[in-house]
C-alpha cells in the first residue's frame, strides 16, 4: 500500500491538496482504495496584523517554488 500526493490547484491565498490510496488487489495489479482532498490556506498568524488569522496571499517565491509540483487534473 502507498499514498501518492499531488498539488492539485493553487489560487491566490489557497493550496488544494489531493491524495489516492493504491495497493496491489487479489491479482497483483495496483488499484485505487481510496482518495481524498484537502485545502489549506495561507494564514496571517501576526497577533498585531489587522489580517490576523485571516487568508493571505502566498508569496512569489514560496509559489514558485510550489508550482514544480503542481499537476494537471486527472
Do not use: C, N
Not at 17 to 30: H, I, N, P, S
Not at 49 to 56: F, I, K, L, T
Amino acid at each position: 500500500v502507498y499514498i501518492e500526493q499531488r498539488v492539485a490547484a493553487m489560487s491566490t491565498r489557497s493550496l488544494t491538496f489531493d491524495y489516492r490510496v493504491l495497493g496491489a488487489d487479489d491479482q497483483g495489479k495496483d488499484r485505487e482504495h481510496a482518495r481524498g482532498e484537502t485545502v489549506t490556506a495561507l494564514l496571517d498568524l501576526d497577533p498585531a496584523s489587522p489580517g490576523y488569522r485571516r487568508a493571505r496571499p502566498i508569496p512569489d517565491d514560496l509559489r514558485a517554488a510550489i508550482e514544480v509540483w503542481l499537476v494537471a487534473s486527472r
